[in-house]
């Protein structure tokens, strides 16, 4: 329902060019198996130039795939006709080809490995006998999972091997700083001390340190090595723009509501990390959302035990009325109508502490937001990337499909940033109620009870009434459902996904669909170009030259 | 309504009983016949869709079995549109005997020209096409097509009778009867059945047809001669034993049902729920005053108005109910499914033996509480029973009857018509039965049954589908479902969908939306959905078919 697998969005004439540049802009990391197919069919073209800004572009997602899938047969494939570029991976891949080679692994085995969730299946994978390239793929399923412990375990063992080491080192590098462990993440770098993803690590790092310089200095670094890396030009922008702490201080009048049905230990889990979290003297309110796994009486002594004197206020209701129609009860609440900002959270989510801080910044930041929500991430001791900003892949006469919630599930810093789309995730986001009522923006729609759906079609709608969405991948919330081991969905529940995108396509036609894409690509876009723009002075030739190339493909944007 | 959905997982198939049919293989089709057949009286449109689908059948695969059903059906649907020369014709190269009305039939056809006028579908006012008729009825008085159309909109517009034409009719005397039977026939069903009795009389009734007597029975039953009714009801089984709603109908007038007024005297809930029809709510509320409730407790839930029904609800409340009614007035619109659970989980709700449900634009009968009562305590494994939905407004149209399964196939899932196509109400529907479904616009459940299946699934959300749904959980716990035709209900649901505006195509998403989530839901119990069906009331293949006329 979401967005077309990759292969049938392939077989059925793909995307245009222009589109694919815009999803590599804005994704930073494209899906290994779409970079393989563009560059590759971008260099294949008849009469091509090596040195021609197509040539570049098919290049620069080559070294993107090569970096992430080492040992990738069809990457391996088209080194020759990539463009020769000194140093780094590249050179190292074309000096022990043979043996790179005898340890590849083609396309349908990586979509295979990747699309196991059992971690024993991975981690026997991972430390078995398989070939690097087998063992590697099984690395980063097990990242996708978030199981750090036996990722560790793995990824030191991959490390022990020389060849491995040198390709692999800046992906494991991350990894190793996804699940903690900096010492190992360090050591790594050592190993690759000039490629760009450990260049990107080593701002990360600084940024740790609050060492913004640093930080600066290693994007540009990073960008010089390869320029390729659009995702760099918002970091850039971001670094001007890190002092959030003082909006709270702004005396806001916020509002922090959630809601739960049957779910006691993640409802008071979210609680206490919101608590911990920094509100100022935000309300809060939970609606017990008529939950029968336990007494009214209980989840109050349970939240009066967690907040500990903050003033937490409980509503129960006598049934579940359903997520849409839970939001709308506490939206209407006399207190939240007043209110100049309304959060809504989930009842199983894990909150950064200046979660707030950040939203209200954005608030100040980008003008007419109506709302504004965060990065997803899996639980686990490695999350990884569940829910990112998202838009519309494809639309039609009552026809919505998505681009996918995590198009790429390992963070590499790639969506750590702050830009306009069409739909953020609703664990936990902030409306600015006075506009949203100035907008006359319509309450969450009760068809799609009990939930699925509501809070995207909530988003159309804000679009639709001339009002604005943010993403804010700063804000990093773990989201407890939909862990990777999960059990898959029941047919019954496949059956009310459908049903409901199917009663969210019949609220939209074309023309509908149509301008509320104008809206949002021009926002998006006019972000991009703002950032483009502020950062352009510093950055490397050749990075400025990509970006123009990157402009050039895409396309002109037009004003809505 | 046309409306393109995309999507790999799923496909609809378009509404009406053709598609429906084509969709499914013969021995489906059977199966899905002989389920109607449990269900309703088979009318000209419905036969002739069955006759179509076997019609498609190859003849090389023509088995005793196919042809006994074509033989059935070509014989009902002469019967039925005793003017119909398709009809007839291929009623005599089925069997293969001469039919001796075709040929005064071909005498009273029209010129061409004029009959193309007369089918053509495009003047769709009714008072436009009737005067046009009555124009033409002057040059062609003996025009069997024209009487028979005049005839209808009659029907359809609640005007006696042939009035002011019908003495101007010149038809061949062979075809006399035939016309003054569908006179009876409609007379009935406007209500008329003084003039029905006195037309049967004059001698328009044909013992050797069953349709012909389910209606004089029905118009004796009306006037009040049940012997007559129930000798002519029992002639009709004799023609056709197929005739299922027949045999409901006259067991219920071999040993009618008696009302136990004692029902009363156990703890009744009446819940409503509302969302912005104050004037609608208002009728049903001084419906239900006038009605006998013993001492039910009433509840009135307010689904967030904005029309100032809870003022008005007050008012009444003070006027006609003492001010017992319990009023909840929610700040927000939670959906029918949890407002029906809102009103469930209240402490009256779950402290009564029985809780009945009624939509907010209902009109009921004084004595509808005790007759539904003594239908659930009469059936002791009864969760829930319902009633015989009416459409407002004269003649009376059947809204509602009943419901189960018609195809339950691991990739097709279709629920049974919910009336006949023709659903003029004769009264023959009126007799208590076990079915899978009945209309929740007004119904009544057990203890146990809620106890057994407490919620409407919200999923459903705001509407359609979660009565259903509810029904069918208590069909697979074992619960049966009883309607009783005894009990009629007016029901002011707003009229069809309209064409092509905006809010039709949302609410047509809405129902294909449910209708998605509905199947999936029921996705592995369709074994247990595919049994809730009629094939036990119908055998394989009709006996010992008359096929002469």
Same mark, same amino acid.
């Given at each position: 329902?979401?967005?077309?697998?990759?292969?049938?969005?392939?077989?059925?004439?793909?995307?245009?060019?222009?589109?694919?540049?815009?999803?590599?802009?804005?994704?930073?990391?494209?899906?290994?198996?779409?970079?393989?197919?563009?560059?590759?069919?971008?260099?294949?073209?008849?009469?091509?130039?090596?040195?021609?800004?197509?040539?570049? &572009?098919?290049?620069?997602?080559?070294?993107?795939?090569?970096?992430?899938?080492?040992?990738?047969?069809?990457?391996?494939?088209?080194?020759?006709?990539?463009?020769?570029?000194?140093?780094?991976?590249?050179?190292?891949?074309?000096?022990?080809?043979?043996?790179?080679?005898?340890?590849?692994?083609?396309?349908?085995?990586?979509?295979?490995?990747?699309?196991?969730?059992?971690?024993?299946?991975?981690?026997?994978?991972?430390?078995?006998?398989?070939?690097?390239?087998?063992?590697?793929?099984?690395?980063?399923?097990?990242?996708?999972?978030?199981?750090?412990?036996?990722?560790?375990?793995?990824?030191?063992?991959?490390?022990?091997?020389?060849?491995?080491?040198?390709?692999?080192?800046?992906?494991?590098?991350?990894?190793?700083?996804?699940?903690?462990?900096?010492?190992?993440?360090?050591?790594?770098?050592?190993?690759?001390?000039?490629?760009?993803?450990?260049?990107?690590?080593?701002?990360?790092?600084?940024?740790?340190?609050?060492?913004?310089?640093?930080?600066?200095?290693?994007?540009?670094?990073? &960008?010089?090595?390869?320029?390729?890396?659009?995702? &760099?030009?918002?970091?850039?922008?971001?670094?001007?723009?890190?002092?959030?702490?003082?909006?709270?201080?702004?005396?806001?009048?916020?509002?922090?509501?959630? !809601?739960?049905?049957?779910?006691?230990?993640?409802?008071?889990?979210?609680?206490?990390?919101?608590?911990?979290?920094?509100?100022?003297?935000? =309300?809060?309110?939970?609606?017990?959302?008529?939950?029968?796994?336990?007494?009214?009486?209980?989840?109050?002594?349970?939240?009066?035990?967690?907040?500990?004197?903050?003033?937490?206020?409980?509503?129960?209701?006598?049934?579940?009325?359903?997520?849409?129609?839970?939001?709308?009860?506490?939206?209407?609440?006399?207190?939240?109508?007043?209110?100049?900002?309304?959060?809504?959270?989930?009842?199983?989510?894990?909150?950064?502490?200046?979660?707030?801080?950040?939203?209200?910044?954005?608030?100040?930041?980008?003008?007419?937001?109506?709302?504004?929500?965060?990065?997803?991430?899996?639980?686990?001791?490695?999350?990884?990337?569940? !829910?990112?900003?998202?838009?519309?892949?494809?639309?039609?006469?009552?026809?919505?499909?998505?681009?996918?919630?995590?198009?790429?599930?390992?963070?590499?810093?790639?969506?750590?940033?702050?830009?306009?789309?069409?739909?953020?995730?609703?664990?936990?986001?902030?409306?600015?109620?006075?506009?949203?009522?100035?907008?006359?923006?319509?309450?969450?729609?009760?068809?799609?009870?009990?939930?699925?759906?509501?809070?995207?079609?909530?988003?159309?709608?804000?679009?639709?009434?001339?009002?604005?969405?943010?993403?804010?991948?700063?804000?990093?919330?773990?989201?407890?459902?939909?862990?990777?081991?999960?059990?898959?969905?029941?047919?019954?529940?496949?059956?009310?996904?459908? =049903?409901?995108?199917?009663?969210?396509?019949?609220? !939209?036609?074309?023309?509908?669909?149509?301008?509320?894409?104008?809206?949002?690509?021009?926002?998006?876009?006019?972000?991009?170009?703002?950032?483009?723009?502020?950062?352009?002075?510093?950055?490397?030739?050749?990075?400025?030259?990509?970006?123009?190339?990157?402009?050039?493909?895409?396309?002109?944007?037009?004003?809505? | 309504?046309?409306?393109?959905?995309?999507? @790999?997982?799923?496909?609809?198939?378009?509404?009406?009983?053709?598609?429906?049919?084509?969709?499914?293989?013969?021995?489906?089709?059977?199966?899905?016949?002989?389920?109607?057949?449990?269900?309703?009286?088979?009318?000209?449109?419905?036969?002739?869709?069955?006759?179509?689908?076997?019609?498609?059948?190859?003849?090389?695969?023509?088995?005793?079995?196919?042809? *006994?059903?074509?033989?059935?059906?070509?014989?009902?649907?002469?019967?039925?549109? @005793?003017?119909?020369?398709?009809?007839?014709?291929?009623?005599?190269?089925?069997?293969?005997?001469?039919?001796?009305?075709?040929?005064?039939?071909?005498?009273?056809?029209?010129?061409?020209?004029?009959?193309?006028?007369?089918?053509?579908?495009?003047?769709?006012?009714?008072?436009?096409?009737?005067?046009?008729?009555?124009?033409?009825?002057?040059?062609?008085?003996?025009?069997?097509?024209?009487?028979?159309?005049?005839?209808?909109?009659?029907?359809?517009?609640?005007?006696?009778?042939?009035?002011?034409?019908?003495?101007?009719?010149?038809?061949?005397?062979?075809?006399?009867?035939?016309?003054?039977?569908?006179?009876?026939?409609?007379?009935?069903?406007?209500?008329?059945?003084?003039?029905?009795?006195?037309?049967?009389?004059?001698?328009?009734? $044909?013992?050797?047809?069953?349709?012909?007597?389910?209606?004089?029975?029905?118009?004796?039953?009306?006037?009040?001669?049940?012997?007559?009714?129930?000798?002519?009801?029992?002639?009709?089984?004799?023609?056709?034993?197929?005739?299922?709603?027949?045999?409901?109908?006259?067991?219920?007038?071999?040993?009618?049902?008696?009302?136990?007024?004692?029902?009363?005297?156990?703890?009744?809930?009446?819940?409503?729920?509302?969302?912005?029809?104050?004037?609608?709510?208002?009728?049903?509320?001084?419906?239900?005053?006038?009605?006998?409730?013993?001492?039910?407790?009433?509840?009135?839930?307010?689904?967030?108005?904005?029309?100032?029904?809870?003022?008005?609800?007050?008012?009444?409340?003070?006027?006609?109910?003492?001010?017992?009614?319990?009023?909840? $007035?929610?700040?927000?619109?939670?959906?029918?499914?949890?407002?029906?659970?809102?009103?469930?989980?209240?402490?009256?709700?779950?402290?009564?033996?029985?809780?009945?449900?009624?939509?907010?634009?209902?009109?009921?009968?004084?004595?509808?509480?005790?007759?539904?009562?003594?239908?659930?305590?009469?059936?002791?494994?009864?969760?829930?029973?319902?009633?015989?939905?009416?459409?407002?407004?004269?003649?009376?149209?059947?809204?509602?009857?009943?419901?189960?399964?018609?195809?339950?196939?691991?990739?097709?899932?279709?629920?049974?018509?919910?009336?006949?196509?023709?659903?003029?109400?004769?009264?023959?529907?009126?007799?208590?039965?076990?079915?899978?479904?009945?209309?929740?616009?007004?119904?009544?459940?057990?203890? *146990?049954?809620?106890?057994?299946?407490?919620?409407?699934?919200?999923?459903?959300? @705001?509407?359609?589908?979660?009565?259903?749904?509810? $029904?069918?959980?208590?069909?697979?716990?074992?619960?049966?479902?009883?309607?009783?035709?005894?009990?009629?209900?007016?029901?002011?649901?707003?009229?069809?969908?309209?064409?092509?505006?905006?809010?039709?195509?949302?609410?047509?998403?809405?129902?294909?939306?449910?209708?998605?989530?509905?199947?999936?839901?029921? *996705?592995?119990?369709?074994?247990?959905?595919?049994?809730?069906?009629?094939?036990?009331?119908?055998?394989?293949? @009709?006996?010992?078919?008359? $096929?002469?006329?």
């Amino acid at each position: 329902v979401n967005s077309v697998p990759f292969p049938e969005w392939i077989a059925k004439g793909g995307p245009d060019l222009s589109s694919v540049v815009r999803t590599f802009r804005q994704q930073g990391w494209l899906d290994p198996l779409l970079g393989v197919h563009f560059g590759g069919l971008m260099l294949q073209k008849k009469n091509r130039d090596n040195r021609s800004s197509e040539a570049w &572009l098919a290049a620069s997602l080559l070294q993107q795939v090569i970096a992430i899938l080492p040992f990738g047969a069809e990457a391996l494939d088209r080194l020759d006709v990539a463009p020769q570029q000194p140093g780094g991976v590249l050179s190292l891949l074309r000096e022990h080809r043979e043996e790179v080679r005898a340890a590849s692994i083609g396309r349908d085995a990586v979509r295979r490995i990747l699309g196991v969730s059992d971690q024993a299946t991975l981690e026997e994978i991972a430390l078995g006998n398989s070939g690097l390239g087998w063992r590697y793929v099984a690395l980063l399923g097990l990242w996708r999972t978030g199981e750090g412990e036996r990722f560790l375990v793995g990824a030191r063992r991959l490390m022990e091997d020389p060849l491995a080491r040198g390709l692999c080192a800046p992906m494991l590098a991350w990894g190793f700083f996804a699940a903690g462990d900096i010492d190992s993440a360090l050591h790594a770098l050592e190993h690759c001390p000039d490629s760009p993803l450990s260049w990107n690590l080593k701002a990360e790092l600084a940024l740790l340190d609050h060492d913004q310089e640093r930080a600066r200095s290693c994007y540009l670094r990073s &960008l010089a090595v390869q320029p390729g890396q659009p995702h &760099l030009v918002y970091r850039l922008w971001e670094l001007n723009r890190l002092h959030v702490g003082q909006c709270l201080a702004d005396n806001h009048h916020v509002q922090v509501l959630f !809601y739960t049905f049957n779910k006691l230990e993640p409802t008071l889990q979210t609680l206490e990390s919101l608590l911990s979290s920094r509100t100022g003297d935000a =309300g809060i309110t939970l609606l017990n959302n008529g939950s029968t796994s336990f007494s009214p009486l209980e989840l109050e002594q349970r939240v009066a035990a967690t907040a500990r004197g903050r003033e937490v206020r409980v509503v129960h209701l006598p049934v579940n009325i359903g997520a849409p129609a839970a939001r709308n009860w506490l939206w209407h609440l006399p207190e939240v109508r007043r209110a100049a900002y309304v959060a809504f959270l989930d009842d199983d989510v894990l909150l950064p502490p200046d979660w707030l801080e950040c939203y209200l910044q954005d608030m100040k930041d980008f003008p007419g937001t109506a709302v504004v929500g965060p990065l997803g991430l899996d639980p686990g001791s490695m999350p990884a990337i569940q !829910y990112v900003d998202r838009y519309f892949q494809e639309i039609g006469e009552h026809k919505i499909r998505f681009t996918h919630n995590a198009p790429f599930p390992w963070d590499l810093g790639q969506f750590s940033l702050r830009r306009p789309c069409l739909s953020v995730m609703g664990c936990c986001h902030l409306f600015d109620r006075k506009l949203c009522d100035r907008l006359g923006i319509p309450d969450f729609d009760i068809r799609f009870s009990p939930s699925q759906v509501d809070d995207l079609d909530h988003d159309l709608q804000i679009w639709k009434r001339g009002g604005k969405i943010l993403y804010d991948g700063r804000v990093r919330v773990v989201h407890l459902q939909h862990a990777g081991k999960s059990a898959p969905l029941t047919r019954a529940s496949w059956g009310h996904v459908w =049903g409901n995108h199917m009663k969210m396509e019949s609220k !939209y036609s074309r023309s509908d669909l149509e301008d509320i894409h104008r809206k949002v690509l021009f926002e998006e876009r006019s972000h991009w170009e703002r950032c483009l723009e502020a950062v352009s002075p510093d950055l490397p030739p050749e990075a400025k030259e990509f970006m123009a190339v990157l402009s050039r493909y895409e396309g002109h944007c037009e004003s809505p | 309504v046309n409306i393109t959905m995309h999507h @790999p997982s799923f496909r609809f198939l378009s509404a009406g009983l053709f598609s429906e049919l084509n969709a499914i293989s013969t021995d489906e089709v059977i199966h899905h016949l002989r389920n109607f057949l449990g269900n309703f009286l088979l009318d000209g449109v419905i036969a002739s869709a069955y006759l179509n689908r076997f019609g498609q059948v190859p003849s090389t695969e023509w088995n005793d079995q196919i042809n *006994a059903w074509l033989r059935y059906l070509s014989r009902k649907l002469v019967l039925l549109q @005793p003017f119909n020369e398709q009809a007839r014709q291929i009623n005599v190269k089925l069997t293969g005997f001469a039919d001796e009305h075709l040929k005064y039939l071909y005498r009273c056809r029209l010129p061409q020209n004029i009959r193309e006028k007369i089918l053509s579908p495009r003047v769709n006012d009714q008072q436009r096409r009737r005067r046009i008729f009555l124009d033409l009825l002057q040059n062609y008085t003996y025009s069997i097509e024209l009487i028979d159309q005049l005839l209808l909109l009659d029907l359809e517009q609640d005007i006696p009778m042939g009035s002011g034409w019908i003495d101007k009719c010149r038809v061949p005397p062979p075809l006399q009867r035939s016309l003054e039977g569908l006179v009876a026939r409609y007379c009935l069903l406007q209500g008329d059945c003084e003039r029905a009795r006195m037309t049967i009389e004059k001698g328009s009734l $044909d013992e050797h047809d069953e349709i012909s007597l389910n209606h004089a029975a029905e118009i004796y039953a009306r006037t009040g001669d049940t012997d007559r009714a129930i000798a002519l009801y029992r002639a009709s089984l004799a023609l056709d034993p197929l005739q299922v709603p027949v045999s409901f109908r006259l067991a219920e007038l071999e040993h009618p049902f008696t009302p136990d007024p004692g029902m009363l005297e156990k703890r009744i809930v009446i819940c409503l729920y509302s969302y912005n029809k104050n004037e609608l709510l208002q009728q049903t509320l001084r419906s239900l005053a006038t009605t006998e409730r013993g001492n039910a407790q009433i509840i009135v839930l307010l689904n967030n108005c904005t029309d100032g029904s809870q003022v008005m609800v007050d008012a009444i409340n003070r006027e006609m109910y003492d001010g017992l009614v319990e009023v909840i $007035d929610l700040p927000v619109n939670i959906g029918a499914p949890a407002a029906r659970n809102w009103l469930l989980a209240t402490e009256k709700a779950r402290n009564a033996d029985y809780v009945a449900f009624l939509d907010d634009d209902v009109e009921i009968p004084r004595d509808w509480l005790i007759k539904m009562l003594t239908v659930l305590r009469n059936n002791p494994r009864a969760g829930v029973v319902g009633v015989k939905i009416l459409a407002p407004g004269k003649p009376r149209h059947l809204q509602y009857l009943y419901r189960n399964i018609a195809v339950a196939r691991k990739d097709l899932l279709r629920i049974s018509l919910d009336t006949p196509n023709f659903n003029y109400d004769s009264g023959v529907y009126d007799f208590v039965r076990p079915t899978a479904n009945v209309m929740g616009c007004c119904h009544v459940f057990t203890r *146990a049954a809620l106890d057994e299946v407490p919620w409407f699934d919200i999923r459903f959300s @705001p509407t359609q589908m979660d009565d259903i749904a509810h $029904d069918f959980d208590l069909c697979l716990k074992g619960f049966k479902i009883m309607y009783c035709g005894l009990v009629e209900c007016v029901h002011h649901q707003m009229s069809g969908m309209g064409r092509n505006t905006s809010a039709d195509l949302i609410r047509l998403g809405n129902v294909l939306g449910n209708d998605v989530k509905f199947f999936y839901r029921f *996705a592995q119990d369709l074994d247990g959905l595919g049994k809730l069906s009629n094939l036990s009331l119908v055998p394989e293949q @009709p006996i010992s078919q008359q $096929d002469v006329l």
